[in-house]
């Protein structure tokens, strides 16, 4: 049998790993010219990902992708190292020149050049790991961490290119933009698994599914800790379905249907206006911790937080189009007081706008789901207490008139 060496090594220090030293034999069996390739690598500290190992003779030996025994590759992963420690040298020199502003010029955290020499920090961390080729296999895989800043880079980048995109036509074609609030700039994502199933926005959801409260996940694309309010209010159905007297519409812009408002027991009436429509308050809750490392804002996961509004299981009365159910999440200037902040909320008759302008909030995420009369929702009505399971609701078509 006659064998070939074939070996190239080089001194180049790879992202994550020492230096390597790779050898490839090709052993050719010259009668059943069967062939057997290994490789070896002095590489310490890094496993095997993402590939099979073959024990025996003819298999390939799948190795790391910072021990790849390729010169240019390597070549390519030194400029790379070489590019990321020049970053690093420049965000700690850029940190102990944070300090001795913030010592000696008494500046504090909230000063204009401190926020921008940390975003500056915050820049150059992302830059110093974006052609890291383990970050993007990484990530590929789905193997996150959210400690490093280059990862919430790419979630938020992904994130806007794909789920924000979907959200934010789902807001404004089924017109939760203007309703309940003039205008949302989602800058947080906002998943919600209704029991352990995924909702994607503005689906119709079945009322056994949304009987219990969801998880909520709020994924910040910053390094930071913030408190967060999140609220879900039902403007209710999009188009008019019953009539009221013209004043009363007037003096009550709101969206979800009101027997006692309507005229007669049915909630029917003998005009031609727009129902009357009231929004409503399905739950609220303050105080609710979020940082990249602390995702969970209601769940099992989650921190204690304060609820002002337990949670009231969504319906909608038979004979009514779709209700819209909006989940607003506002970034809150501190600490509130919940006490104070359940006093500011009438849950029949509520206005978002209103009260984020009162409490200072600023919307950062939303989600939506809707939900119409099914065979399930008589009863779920009847489990909560929930008044209206007994009225059918009917649409009064236009005079002409006489």
């Not at 193997?143 to 794909?162: D, F, M």
């Not at 056994?208 to 879900?232: S, W, Y």
Request: aromatic fraction near 8%.
């Amino acid at each position: 049998m006659s064998t070939f060496m074939l070996s190239a090594s080089s001194s180049i220090r790879a992202l994550g790993a020492t230096c390597f030293d790779v050898t490839r034999s090709i052993s050719i069996a010259g009668g059943s010219r069967a062939r057997a390739l290994t490789i070896k690598s002095g590489a310490e500290g890094v496993g095997d990902v993402g590939g099979t190992e073959g024990r025996g003779e003819g298999r390939l030996r799948m190795r790391t992708i910072e021990s790849m025994p390729f010169q240019t590759y390597q070549l390519a992963l030194g400029i790379i190292y070489k590019d990321r420690q020049e970053k690093l040298e420049r965000i700690a020199q850029e940190r102990e020149k944070m300090k001795k502003l913030i010592k000696y010029k008494g500046l504090t955290h909230d000063d204009r050049r401190i926020i921008s020499m940390k975003q500056q920090i915050e820049k150059w961390g992302i830059y110093a790991d974006a052609n890291n080729p383990r970050v993007k296999y990484n990530f590929d895989c789905g193997i996150v961490g959210t400690s490093k800043p280059i990862y919430l880079h790419l979630l938020n980048r992904k994130w806007r290119k794909r789920n924000r995109p979907i959200l934010m036509q789902r807001l404004e074609t089924m017109h939760v933009i203007p309703d309940v609030l003039p205008n949302i700039d989602p800058i947080v994502d906002v998943r919600v698994h209704f029991k352990g199933r995924k909702a994607p926005p503005g689906q119709i959801l079945d009322s056994l599914m949304v009987e219990e409260f969801p998880t909520v996940r709020v994924i910040p694309f910053k390094d930071e800790e913030m408190l967060c309010t999140i609220a879900v209010v039902d403007p209710g159905i999009v188009m008019p379905f019953l009539c009221i007297p013209s004043a009363t519409r007037a003096n009550n812009p709101l969206d979800v249907p009101d027997p006692k408002r309507d005229t007669g027991a049915t909630g029917l009436c003998e005009c031609k206006h727009f129902a009357h429509r009231q929004t409503h308050v399905n739950t609220f809750s303050s105080n609710i911790p979020i940082s990249p490392a602390q995702t969970t804002a209601v769940g099992p996961l989650a921190k204690p937080a304060d609820t002002i509004v337990p949670y009231l299981p969504p319906h909608a009365q038979k004979g009514t189009p779709y209700h819209r159910y909006a989940m607003i999440v506002f970034k809150q200037p501190g600490k509130i007081d919940p006490a104070t902040l359940g006093g500011d909320i009438n849950k029949d008759y509520f206005t978002m706008r209103g009260f984020q302008d009162k409490n200072k909030l600023c919307s950062i995420g939303a989600f939506m789901w809707r939900v119409e009369w099914d065979s399930h929702t008589k009863e779920i009505m009847q489990k909560h207490n929930l008044p209206g399971w007994d009225i059918m609701y009917k649409r009064i078509k236009d005079v002409a008139p006489s």
